[in-house]
């Protein structure tokens, strides 16, 4: 069992990006690292910083329900400029497998929400 993030275009052909849970709670810990942040110390996730104190434009992918949801299209397009930032910095910093199956899941779920974007469709959380 798993979680997908997907348009909500109703295309089935569309783009997809999936990990196990703990795949996610991994990624988005840390895109939270690169963020500046212990996704540990935030209100959800144990902590009991909020995310008002906080300065990130992926704020809403990273204080998101798992599996129930959407993010809206211009959510999606919002956080695009940072998670490209983010990869193009990252992807050949280090031969670390870790930190590039990292990046590999950021540049799929861009892919996503670019299409998201370019559909005017929510992304979904499934």
């Known amino acids: 069992m798993g979680l997908m993030l997907f348009c909500g275009d109703g295309d089935v052909a569309g783009p997809d990006v999936s990990w ?6 991994m990624f988005r810990e840390w895109l939270a690292q690169v963020e500046g942040f212990t996704l540990a110390e935030m209100t959800g996730f144990g902590g009991d910083r909020t995310w008002s104190s906080i300065s990130t434009t992926l704020a809403p992918l990273l ?9 809206t299209p211009a959510q999606c397009a919002a956080m695009l400029p940072r ?17 590039q199956r990292r990046v590999d899941d950021a540049r799929q779920l861009v892919t996503v929400m670019t299409y998201c974007w370019d559909k005017d469709a929510e992304l979904i959380f499934g």
Request: glycine share 10%; charged share 30%.
């Open 20 to 25: 196990s849970y703990t795949g996610f709670h």
């Open 63 to 71: 204080d998101h329900p798992d599996d129930d949801g959407s993010l």
């Open 83 to 99: 998670l490209e930032e983010i990869i193009g910095r990252l992807q050949h910093e280090d031969s670390d497998p870790v930190l």
